[in-house]
């Protein structure tokens, strides 16, 4: 299997910046040469994407570029071919809109296709909101959960709120969710009306950029605080 391997080309998962910050501030050596040596990519957003490697990798032919979207709008059936230029000895790129791929991203079908057809993985280092947040928060970083996003509607929100403060208080486990950003202070809202004024909560927000804000607090406190999260990617994470 190892020769099988050796002889097709590798999927690499390139991770990008969580905002507008200069790349190699907050990335290793190690993307911009991957960027540098790879020409097929399978990205959310074209435009995006081309203006991130433009950025790493300045002198990069952008008309060598090809690229596959993966997105909402990608049809299941269309995504195998992504990987076919594996299968001819090329390498292709799993490139994250912000953060690493397949963590809160598309990417993982892809990298799921890539196990069945014994293409290697390749994961590269980068920033993922996520563990940064967990990292900063002082919570359990032994037992943790990341549950995505919440529900939109109201009441079924706030029953998953209380069934996470319970769960993280039965297992002592750190509950992580996120929010689509113009709705992040709306939720912040619910959860202090929702949680125990013992339940700590985390707040990061901007994380590596300049206006970064990571805080942790009871939720009994927090309620004295005010804090605007409108559209500002935000990691939540509540510790009962």
């Known amino acids: 299997m190892a020769d099988q391997i050796s002889k097709k080309g590798k999927l690499y998962l390139i991770p990008s910046t969580l905002g507008e910050i200069p790349p190699l501030e907050v990335l290793p050596i190690s ?24 950025k790493v990798s300045p002198r990069k032919s952008q008309p060598s570029l090809t690229l596959f979207p993966l997105n909402k709008f990608t049809e299941a059936s269309e995504i195998p071919s992504f990987l076919n230029p594996c299968s001819e000895g090329y390498d292709v790129g799993i490139l994250s809109e912000a953060g690493c791929p397949g963590i809160a991203d598309p ?16 994961p590269l280092v980068g920033p993922s909101s996520i563990i940064l947040a967990l990292m900063a928060s002082g919570m359990n970083g032994q037992n943790f959960a990341f549950n995505g996003y919440l ?53 990061a927000c901007d994380i590596t950029l300049t206006t970064e804000f990571i805080r942790t607090k009871p939720a009994s406190q927090w309620k004295f605080e005010q804090v605007d999260l409108h559209k500002r990617p935000t990691i939540f994470i509540i510790q009962a």
């Open 31 to 54: 993307i911009k040469r991957a960027i540098e040596e790879i020409n097929i990519y399978i990205v959310e957003n074209e435009k995006t994407a081309r203006h991130f490697i433009k």
């Open 107 to 122: 990417g993982a079908a892809v990298v799921k296709i890539a196990h069945e057809r014994n293409i290697q993985v390749v």
């Open 151 to 203: 529900a939109i509607e109201g009441s079924e929100r706030k029953k998953q709120i209380k069934t996470l403060e319970r769960k993280s208080k039965e297992e002592n486990q750190s509950q992580i969710f996120i929010e689509t950003p113009y709705r992040n202070n709306k939720l912040l809202e619910e959860l202090l009306k929702t949680v125990s004024g013992n339940t700590r909560i985390c707040i």
